[in-house]
T-cell receptor, first 113, second 113 residues
Framework: AQSVSQHNHHVILSEAASLELGCNYS??????LFWYVQYPGQHLQLLLKYFSGDPLVKGIKGFEAEFIKSKFSFNLRKPSVQWSDTAEYFCAVSISGTYKYIFGTGTRLKVLA | SQTIHQWPATLVQPVGSPLSLECTVE??????LYWYRQAAGRGLQLLFYSIGIDQISSEVPQNLSASRPQDRQFILSSKKLLLSDSGFYLCAWSNPETNYGYTFGSGTRLTVV
């Protein structure tokens, strides 16, 4: 069965530190990839998505993610985090041609001011 | 613009009582609709999805059911709640034409006592 793994469950960083959150999926075919963010007390929001083309995708608020097909990975990065980035981040995969998205277990990021 | 409404925001129900959570989408036609349950440390678990009126697919066998009586209305139900049904329930929709990711509702926090 397809699955999505987020190995970092909790991450604590100081402001201005660099961030990289790992996401790996298990499926050999064509996928669409997403990162969602949930700020405290708010809805889940789409952060960025990859469908095709340039494997380096830029999203909102300075976030980017790189799709590495050979590693089945879609890691999220930000060069310098801010206190306001404190949130829970979810990686998601949809198999092309299907309607279902499979989510990872999420990573809780806490940024210390 | 498209909006998604989910209610109630919080609900406390006794064991054995029925459940009805409602989700409606505005500003779009024939959306794909989804019910997820979000549990701490377990990410988002897909419960049901629907690609059309009265077309429901169940992902996880459990004490819950879903119905789609109208194009933009998706209902999550139970005849008799269990303690284990407690959780945070999210409705989401996606555009089947573009599949550009989900838009989530604000969620319902259900506590079964």
């Amino acid at each position: 069965a397809q699955s999505v793994s987020q190995h970092n469950h909790h991450v604590i960083l100081s402001e201005a530190a660099s961030l990289e959150l790992g996401c790996n999926y298990s499926y050999g075919g064509t996928v669409n990839l997403f990162w969602y963010v949930q700020y405290p007390g708010q809805h889940l929001q789409l952060l960025l998505k990859y469908f095709s083309g340039d494997p380096l995708v830029k999203g909102i608020k300075g976030f980017e993610a790189e799709f590495i097909k050979s590693k089945f990975s879609f890691n999220l990065r930000k060069p310098s985090v801010q206190w306001s980035d404190t949130a829970e981040y979810f990686c998601a995969v949809s198999i092309s041609g299907t309607y279902k998205y499979i989510f990872g277990t999420g990573t809780r990021l806490k940024v210390l001011a | 613009s498209q909006t998604i409404h989910q209610w109630p925001a919080t609900l406390v129900q006794p064991v054995g009582s029925p459940l009805s959570l409602e989700c409606t989408v505005e500003g779009t036609s024939n959306p794909n609709l989804y019910w997820y349950r979000q549990a701490a440390g377990r990410g988002l678990q897909l419960l049901f999805y629907s690609i059309g009126i009265d077309q429901i697919s169940s992902e996880v066998p459990q004490n819950l059911s879903a119905s789609r009586p109208q194009d933009r209305q998706f209902i999550l139900s139970s005849k008799k709640l269990l303690l284990s049904d407690s959780g945070f329930y999210l409705c989401a929709w996606s555009n089947p034409e573009t599949n550009y990711g989900y838009t989530f509702g604000s969620g319902t926090r259900l506590t079964v006592v």
